[in-house]
């Protein structure tokens, strides 16, 4: 099985990835993962790639591409996520697998309305040191997380101005890259919980196991 995933922030698409690599014994492939790793080895390429991520642009198509293809490279099973980004990424990933002989088996996508994302997102509160999170009202901005006692943080990402304009973002590339898998996506609603929308991706990729 070789698949990619998506869905909107706050959908629970990096805990689903997680568990569905381990369920089906995939190699769980993170760009953005990736591309740290790069950068921390201070390799030629990481140095180029710290670079591009500090002056705040996007990391290019073909550092992206030969990133994840060098990786891809070495697993016959796995789950990419994070990537592609555009549809040049999906056309030129679907050329190399080709070369590779190992085609797609699909793209998944979790789905939730956009209220919902900006209602599970917005006014959420992170431990910068643990990962920890809680909402307003219950928490506030300067509290002491549960977990280890850092002040908790209101991240940019997640002020409902930013949410909405990632939302902007994220249906501007699904928009393409549904059209683009067309009869190889399976869309999955990402509603209820997280055991539920694992219940029901188990049974979805269980057509490619
Ligand atoms: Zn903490």
């Keep these: 099985m070789r698949i990619i995933f998506f869905g909107p922030p706050g959908s629970g698409k990096g805990t689903q990835a997680d568990r569905m690599s381990k369920r089906y014994n995939l190699h769980h492939l993170s760009t953005g993962?990736?591309?740290?790793?790069?950068?921390?080895?201070?390799?030629?390429l990481g140095k180029r790639i710290r670079k591009i991520v500090e002056s705040g642009h996007l990391v290019d198509d073909a550092i992206v591409n030969e990133e994840v293809f060098s990786k891809v490279k070495e697993y016959d099973r796995f789950l990419l996520d994070g990537y592609p980004r555009n549809l040049i990424q999906a056309e030129d990933l679907d050329d190399y697998l080709?070369?590779?002989?190992?085609?797609?088996?699909?793209?998944?996508?979790?789905?939730?309305?956009?209220?919902?994302?900006?209602?599970?997102?917005?006014?959420?509160?992170?431990c910068s040191r643990c990962g920890f999170t809680g909402k307003q009202p219950m928490y506030h901005s300067g509290d002491a997380c549960i977990r280890?006692?850092?002040?908790?943080?209101?991240?940019?990402?997640?002020?409902?101005?930013?949410?909405?304009q990632r939302l902007v973002?994220?249906?501007?590339?699904?928009?393409?890259?549904?059209?683009?898998?067309n009869d190889r996506l399976l869309i999955i609603d990402g509603m209820g919980t997280v055991d539920q929308v694992t219940l029901r991706l188990e049974e979805a990729l269980s057509i490619w196991e």
């Excluded at 993962?33 to 030629?44: A, D, F, G, H, P």
């Excluded at 590779?100 to 006014?123: N, W, Y």
């Design 148 to 164: 280890c006692g850092t002040a908790l943080i209101e991240r940019n990402d997640d002020r409902t101005e930013v949410i909405e």
């Design 98 to 126: 080709e070369e590779e002989k190992k085609p797609l088996s699909g793209a998944i996508f979790i789905t939730i309305p956009d209220t919902e994302v900006i209602e599970r997102l917005s006014g959420r509160l992170t």
């Design 33 to 44: 993962l990736l591309l740290r790793e790069e950068i921390q080895k201070n390799s030629e």
């Design 169 to 181: 973002h994220y249906h501007d590339l699904t928009k393409h890259l549904e059209k683009y898998y």
